[in-house]
């Protein structure tokens, strides 16, 4: 029996053993410290041992020693420039820090809720980038919770404040989905 991912619920995800997958690109514009990657989290769910897409996650990875964060950020779009503005401005992170951006979680399941997606990140996402050695890890709110629903966006609030040690900030002119988060992940270790 073949499972489609499409069907998955938050129980199958959350139980399965999850393995990382991924594909990196340097970037075009700088010789050092910029990079993209898509990870692919997957699992098998069947006997007949076929790899399932769980999730995507796509990464911006910056080391901070050897481009301008700023610079670089601001070279990819808006919300990365954004990001590293808040980091540096409002966070004021160490700009020669290696740094990773979420720019997007997206769980292949029309099923899966924003608990899963949040377990997703704490349980895979960041121990990845704790054991590559970032320093931090950002991301925007609506990389993980975009659709908007207002119990979406509670569900990620209150497991946000409970589940992962970071700092949250929103502007009061700004919108929910741009509220930025930074995880230490020095302090996180999960």
Not at 36 to 43: G, P, R
Not at 49 to 71: P, S
Not at 132 to 141: E, I, P, Q, S, T
């Amino acid at each position: 029996m073949s499972v489609d991912n499409k069907a998955l619920t938050d129980k199958q995800i959350q139980d399965a053993y999850i393995f990382i997958d991924g594909i990196f690109s340097k970037s075009t514009e700088f010789d050092h410290g910029l990079f993209s990657e898509w990870l692919s989290l997957k699992t098998i769910l069947d006997d007949e041992g076929k790899e399932v897409e769980v999730a995507k996650a796509n990464l911006y990875l910056f080391n901070g020693n050897q481009v301008d964060f700023y610079e670089a950020a601001d070279s990819i779009d808006g919300d990365q420039e954004f990001i590293a503005s808040k980091l540096l401005n409002v966070f004021q992170i160490n700009s020669s820090s290696r740094i990773a951006i979420i720019d997007n979680l997206f769980v292949n399941s029309e099923k899966a809720t924003a608990k899963t997606k949040i377990k997703l990140l704490d349980e895979q996402i960041l121990p990845y980038l704790y054991d590559r050695g970032f320093d931090y890890a950002a991301f925007l709110n609506a990389s993980i919770c975009y659709k908007g629903s207002r119990l979406e966006q509670e569900t990620t609030d209150n497991a946000f404040e409970n589940e992962i040690p970071m700092i949250r900030e929103i502007g009061e002119s700004e919108k929910w989905g741009e509220g930025v988060n930074l995880v230490d992940l020095e302090e996180y270790e999960s």
